[in-house]
Nanobody
Framework: QVQLVESGGGFVQPGGSLRLSCAAS????????MAWYRQAPGKERELVAI???????NYLDSVKGRFTISRDNAKNTVYLQMNSLKPEDTAIYYC??????????WGKGTLVTVSS
């Protein structure tokens, strides 16, 4: 089993910044992709950003230029730096980790609220 612990969510005014972290622990052989998803009230969960094992990244169009995903393989941790936050970024953000040749795991989610 793999456990994911997320942190860094909270309340921020428009234009502000937050940094999310997700640390994986447990029976980890080799992590393939690490990603952040989000789900806003009344909407489906969507992929925000993903980073591969070779540090290739991809982003949701609406966050390009504002969000940056990174990973620290030594710590089995993925980060999401979120700048220039907008009210429409308000959502529960979920960490997602895919184990090479194994299962995919989800964090419990961390709430990000952007409001004035």
């Amino acid at each position: 089993q793999v456990q994911l612990v997320e942190s860094g969510g909270g309340f921020v005014q428009p234009g502000g910044s937050l940094r999310l972290s997700c640390a994986a622990s447990g029976s980890i052989s080799q992590i393939n992709t690490m990603a952040w998803y989000r789900q806003a009230p009344g909407k489906e969960r969507e992929l925000v950003a993903i980073v591969s094992s070779v540090f290739r990244t991809n982003y949701l169009d609406s966050v390009k230029g504002r969000f940056t995903i990174s990973r620290d393989n030594a710590k089995n941790t993925v980060y999401l730096q979120m700048n220039s936050l907008k009210p429409e970024d308000t959502a529960i953000y979920y960490c997602n980790v895919d184990i090479l040749g194994g299962a995919t795991y989800w964090g419990k989610g961390t709430l990000v609220t952007v409001s004035s």
